[in-house]
């Protein structure tokens, strides 16, 4: 059985639905501590040929609570985040599909970060038509305090997991030879240079998936989902 573990990204670019779509079961950290540095609450989109910054409003909390213990600011004005991305993408040939399914991410009623993300995560999958089995990391049976590989290496073997892939930009985090004593096979997903008409302007790389959706079908989009390389 084929297992990822990531974290919970909003509307993240398309190698973490390439992790996704490649193995059988995948698990979303919610006892993961947030990071203001990373991508859980924020992610790019393209305006007037350059890259924006969108994010998530979060409440002013302790920086060491878990992704699950966040709040999203009741300052949250998900109407002009909408506006933004209608704005950004109205010329694109895919708004008027991809803009519905836009308003029900944002309009989600759920004040709780990690509550919110994997709302859209699973979301964009049924639109992309990725029917891997995603579970909730607080939700297995292993020692929790565990941190890095050893938890890793404990989810897999609580889901009986024969191979762990993971990102490319993880391969200095993990041993081959401590998954080969547990006997996991490691694997990394490199993704390959991904490039589609972006109106007429200069290419803009690795943007929100929801980029990958406003200027492509499904049907493209599935066949990038396997546009990667496989580094054992």
């Known amino acids: 059985m084929r297992l990822g573990i990531m974290q919970p990204y909003f509307l993240p670019y398309i190698g973490y639905f390439q992790l996704l779509n490649a193995v059988d079961k995948y698990v979303i950290y919610d006892n993961i501590q947030y990071t203001k540095k990373g991508w859980i609450n924020r992610n790019r989109i393209l305006q007037n040929g350059k890259d924006l910054m969108i994010t998530i409003p979060l409440e002013k909390d302790s920086d060491y609570l878990d992704v699950k213990e966040r709040s999203l600011s009741v300052g949250f004005d998900k109407k002009k985040l909408l506006n933004q991305i209608r704005e950004s993408y109205r010329k ?11 308003e029900r991410i944002v309009n989600f009623d759920d004040n709780n970060l990690f509550h919110y993300i994997d709302n859209s995560v699973r979301k964009i ?7 891997t089995e995603i579970i ?30 993971n990102a490319i930009g993880g391969q200095e985090l993990y041993s081959s030879d401590a998954f080969k004593k547990e006997d996991i096979s490691l694997h990394f997903i490199s993704s390959n240079p991904i490039e589609y008409k ?18 492509n079908p499904v049907e493209k989009i599935k066949s990038m989902l396997n546009d990667y390389k496989l580094i054992n």
């Not at 999958?125 to 029917?131: G, Q």
């Not at 890793?152 to 892939?165: H, P, R, S």
């Not at 290419?203 to 929100?208: D, T």
């Open 198 to 215: 972006q109106f007429a302007n200069e290419f803009v790389p690795w943007l929100s998936i929801l980029d990958v959706m406003m200027f």
């Open 125 to 131: 999958c049924r639109y992309l038509e990725i029917n």
């Open 136 to 165: 909730i990391s607080s939700s297995l049976n292993v020692d929790h305090s565990l941190k890095g590989q050893d938890k890793v290496i404990a989810i897999c073997k609580e889901l009986n997991a024969t191979d762990y892939y």
């Open 92 to 102: 694109a040939p895919y708004l008027e599909q991809v803009m519905p399914l836009t």
